[in-house]
């Protein structure tokens, strides 16, 4: 991609972002079955939203994503403690944003921008979530469902940011060859 390119936000862009906004909204509401279902689309998601679209596009995917499955599902725990919200949208876009900065022409450095992103963005939701605000905000009536949900905003994301990077790298393969993107 040229300089210019990355600084543009095409119509090819939204409907790409569009495409895949709509993906995560189907899986969204199988979370209730299970969030490893839901958790490596969306992570697959705003991983091929970074590599075909770039960082603009896939920052709003970062953030909408949250509020769609909060939507859908109506999470309690969100509802009972609100500032976790911004967290989770903060840690979808540590994803993006390292991805971004690998890029996306070289396999290995697509393959470092997914690790060094599932990492840097369980460590993120683990200590600002599970560490920092569940355990000074969650109502006392949900304080018995805090071990799971520690477990959930930390080794749940990086499992799911994980099999989600998986499966975006096997999708990418074919597909940015189909986009006329070349990758080494």
């Given amino acids: 991609m040229s300089k210019d390119r990355k600084n543009r936000i095409t119509v090819r862009d939204i409907a790409i972002t569009g495409i895949l906004l709509a993906i995560c909204i189907v899986f969204q509401i199988f979370k209730n079955m299970s969030v490893f279902i839901t958790g490596p689309v969306v992570n697959a998601c705003l991983i091929i939203c970074s590599l075909s679209t770039g960082l603009i596009p896939a920052m709003i995917l970062s953030v909408i ?6 939507l859908i599902t109506g999470a309690p725990v969100m509802t009972a403690v609100p500032p976790m919200m911004p967290l989770i949208m903060a ?22 921008g997914m690790a060094a ?3 840097l963005k369980a460590l993120f939701m683990g200590l600002t979530i599970s560490m920092g605000v569940l355990p000074h905000m969650l109502p006392e009536p949900m304080t ?14 990086l499992i799911t940011a994980a099999i989600g990077s998986v499966i975006a790298y096997v999708v990418w393969i ?5 986009m006329s993107v070349t990758v080494h």
């Fill in 65 to 70: 994503t949250p509020v769609t499955s909060f």
């Fill in 91 to 112: 840690g979808n876009a540590i994803l993006v944003i390292m991805v971004c900065i690998f890029g996306n022409k070289n396999y290995v450095k697509i393959s470092l």
């Fill in 117 to 119: 992103g599932s990492i």
């Fill in 144 to 157: 018995k469902m805090l071990p799971a949900l520690k477990i959930q905003f930390s080794v749940t994301q």
């Fill in 174 to 178: 074919p597909l940015s060859k189909s």
